[in-house]
């Protein structure tokens, strides 16, 4: 029984420490109409397996923006999302979501998701658009 226990323990650290593997570090980004931001992704692992930037807005399932491998010369959009207006910065340890000119369909929740075996994705950051109110 103390075996069957302690392997279960440590399934469960296993599992959660791949779910850590990914972070997105800011769970808020803010940008104005016409700004340029920069939505941060860390990958605490050596990879050279794909990464995909995924844009949710609310009451959506998830879009896929664009896919990059750490050796990649350029990034693969989807879903009619443009290089004129998104791009994927890969570093050592980063992949960054670069999105030119925001304008107020932009606003959403983005997550980072690193695929090996299975996808891994990080909490994901929403961003929201200054000066924007809406009353119900």
């Not at 050596?46 to 896919?67: C, F, N, R």
């Not at 992949?95 to 959403?108: F, G, M, P």
Request: proline content about 4%; overall charge neutral.
């Amino acid at each position: 029984m103390r075996i069957v226990w302690i392997s279960l323990m440590l399934l469960c650290r296993i599992k959660r420490t791949e779910s850590e593997i990914v972070q997105q570090p800011d769970p808020v980004m803010m940008a104005s109409v016409g700004e340029n931001v920069t939505l941060r992704c860390i990958i605490l692992q050596e990879h050279s397996d794909p990464i995909t930037w995924y844009k949710q807005t609310a009451g959506h399932q998830p879009l896929a923006v664009a896919m990059t491998q750490k050796l990649a010369q350029t990034p693969v959009f989807f879903n009619n999302f443009q290089p004129s207006h998104f791009s994927i910065e890969v570093e050592s340890e980063t992949c960054n979501l670069k999105i030119y000119n925001v304008t107020s369909s932009d606003e959403a929740t983005y997550y980072c998701g690193w695929r090996k075996y299975e996808t891994y994705f990080g909490r994901g950051t929403y961003l929201a658009l200054k000066g924007l109110c809406f009353y119900l």
